[in-house]
């Protein structure tokens, strides 16, 4: 007689390490943006470790968790660090002076155009996790409108401002949600509070306005 055994693994929410990811490369970015600091030099290996590597690595194993958004968002965001970092490196001329002189800084702006859209509509989803979590988005949204216009060219310094700051204020959100969620998991009980859903989309009032519509 056969048997089928099924075998459960436990992984831990990867939430803590993504978000921390975020926020040191945010915070360490938003400080050369705002002249605090200088160069990129030593913004680049934050850029592919932490923002890259740490949030694609959240993202591998949110999907064991079956977590569609948590996967999406890590994943998405960790593979832009890495595109950034690489580009930085091509604007530095580390691949050569060819690569360095065919430079478009529109293309990246282009780029930026692109995250925006992703991010306004995983915004919405995010109002259905929790507070941080929606206001880190929502500030990702402000980022991208700062990058993607200040690479077109238009109101630059205003934009590269408004990127600068964004930034520093996801660096901050996010520290805080890795720290609630660490703390949260480990004493079992909400020690930092992170903010209920909004409850604006739920699935019931979606069902009912669509049998409205059928009648």
């Given at each position: 007689?056969?048997?089928?055994?099924?075998?459960?693994?436990?992984?831990?929410?990867?939430?803590?390490?993504?978000?921390?990811?975020?926020?040191?490369?945010?915070?360490?970015?938003?400080?050369?943006?705002?002249?605090?600091?200088?160069?990129?030099?030593?913004?680049?290996?934050?850029?592919?470790?932490?923002g890259?590597?740490?949030?694609?690595?959240?993202?591998?194993?949110?999907s064991?968790?079956?977590?569609?958004?948590?996967?999406?968002?890590?994943?998405?965001?960790?593979?832009?660090?890495?595109?950034?970092?690489?580009?930085?490196?091509?604007?530095?001329?580390?691949?050569?002076?060819?690569?360095q002189?065919?430079?478009?800084?529109?293309?990246?702006?282009?780029?930026?155009?692109?995250?925006?859209?992703?991010?306004?509509?995983?915004?919405?989803?995010?109002?259905?996790?929790?507070?941080?979590?929606?206001?880190?988005?929502?500030?990702?949204?402000?980022?991208?409108?700062?990058?993607?216009?200040s690479?077109?060219?238009?109101?630059?310094?205003?934009?590269?401002?408004l990127?600068?700051?964004?930034?520093?204020?996801?660096?901050?959100?996010?520290?805080?949600?890795?720290?609630?969620?660490?703390?949260?998991?480990?004493?079992?009980?909400?020690?930092l509070?992170?903010?209920?859903?909004?409850?604006?989309?739920?699935?019931?009032?979606?069902?009912?306005?669509?049998?409205?519509?059928?009648?």
């Amino acid at each position: 007689m056969d048997t089928t055994k099924e075998v459960k693994i436990s992984t831990a929410d990867p939430s803590a390490i993504g978000l921390f990811g975020l926020a040191i490369v945010t915070f360490v970015a938003s400080t050369q943006k705002l002249g605090w600091t200088e160069g990129l030099g030593l913004v680049i290996p934050w850029a592919i470790f932490l923002g890259g590597i740490a949030q694609f690595y959240a993202s591998v194993l949110d999907s064991k968790h079956n977590n569609t958004f948590g996967t999406t968002a890590f994943g998405a965001y960790g593979l832009f660090w890495m595109g950034v970092g690489m580009s930085w490196f091509v604007q530095a001329g580390v691949f050569g002076e060819v690569l360095q002189a065919s430079v478009d800084t529109r293309q990246l702006g282009v780029v930026y155009l692109g995250y925006l859209i992703f991010t306004l509509f995983m915004t919405i989803g995010a109002a259905e996790t929790n507070k941080v979590l929606f206001s880190i988005f929502v500030m990702i949204d402000f980022l991208f409108i700062g990058l993607a216009l200040s690479s077109f060219g238009i109101m630059e310094h205003g934009m590269h401002l408004l990127a600068a700051y964004s930034e520093l204020i996801i660096a901050l959100l996010s520290f805080y949600g890795a720290g609630a969620n660490v703390l949260n998991k480990h004493f079992g009980f909400n020690f930092l509070p992170i903010g209920k859903p909004f409850g604006i989309f739920k699935k019931e009032a979606f069902e009912k306005k669509d049998k409205t519509v059928k009648a």
